[in-house]
T-cell receptor, first 114, second 115 residues
Framework: DQQVKQNSPSLSVQEGRISILNCDYT??????FLWYKKYPAEGPTFLIS?????DKNEDGRFTVFLNKSAKHLSLHIVPSQPGDSAVYFC?????????????FGGGTRLMVKP | EAQVTQNPRYLITVTGKKLTVTCSQN?????MSWYRQDPGLGLRQIYY???????DKGDVPEGYKVSRKEKRNFPLILESPSPNQTSLYFC??????????????FGPGTRLTVL
């Protein structure tokens, strides 16, 4: 049973508009959440993260929101650019014994149309 | 340049023929791990290592072996590959083995096909 789920396998957005990527998790022990971006033929690269003690973290055009009660996080990209077209993975870690182990969602392919 | 390298990048092999995928990092990271990526399933951890000579199973370890004899290298070994191990494999490393907030850096991936 997947502990981290991204229910939308793909998302298409017009350039300049907002992209919203969603992620749900089930394990209440997770206390740190990350978003990775992946281009074809490359490894995932870290994008932005959020600790469970916060509900929002912003970095330029990227903002991650965390709703702990709903076990839901989302990534907002504003404004979206064609270069943002990639697969986005959310990941979670945490718990005393988890150390640096990451649990990933299935990914959402974002396509930003010019 | 700080990086994680993997070799080979692409490999086609046949069932039962032992293979090794190498992984090396030049950042003096303690933590290294292997993931496989399959459609709809995201990245699933195969094995990880918290330091030299310390390895442990991840979520999907069956059919794989690893070793960590040196800090920089973490090879993935398939003793007898089977078609269900056809996948895209990523090696990753991070500075600390104990902190969940350390960023993991990923290699470029190895696409393996087992016929």
């Amino acid at each position: 049973d997947q502990q981290v789920k991204q229910n939308s396998p793909s998302l298409s957005v017009q350039e300049g508009r907002i992209s919203i990527l969603n992620c749900d998790y089930t394990n209440s022990m997770f206390d740190y959440f990350l978003w990775y971006k992946k281009y074809p033929a490359e490894g995932p690269t870290f994008l932005i993260s959020i600790s469970s003690i916060k509900d929002k973290n912003e970095d330029g055009r990227f903002t991650v929101f965390l709703n702990k009660s709903a076990k839901h996080l989302s990534l907002h990209i504003v404004p979206s650019q064609p270069g943002d077209s990639a697969v986005y993975f959310c990941a979670a870690s945490g718990g005393l014994e988890a150390g640096n182990m990451l649990t990933f969602g299935g990914g959402t392919r974002l396509m930003v149309k010019p | 340049e700080a990086q994680v390298t993997q070799n080979p990048r692409y490999l086609i092999t046949v069932t039962g023929k032992k293979l090794t995928v190498t992984c090396s990092q030049n950042m003096n990271h303690e933590y290294m791990s292997w993931y496989r990526q399959d459609p709809g399933l995201g990245l699933r951890q195969i094995y990880y290592s918290m330091n030299v000579e310390v390895t442990d199973k991840g979520d999907v370890p069956e059919g794989y072996k690893v070793s960590r004899k040196e800090k920089r290298n973490f090879p993935l070994i398939l003793e007898s590959p089977s078609p269900n191990q056809t996948s895209l494999y990523f090696c990753a490393s991070s500075l600390s083995a104990s902190s969940s907030t350390d960023t993991q850096y990923f290699g470029p991936g190895t696409r393996l096909t087992v016929l």
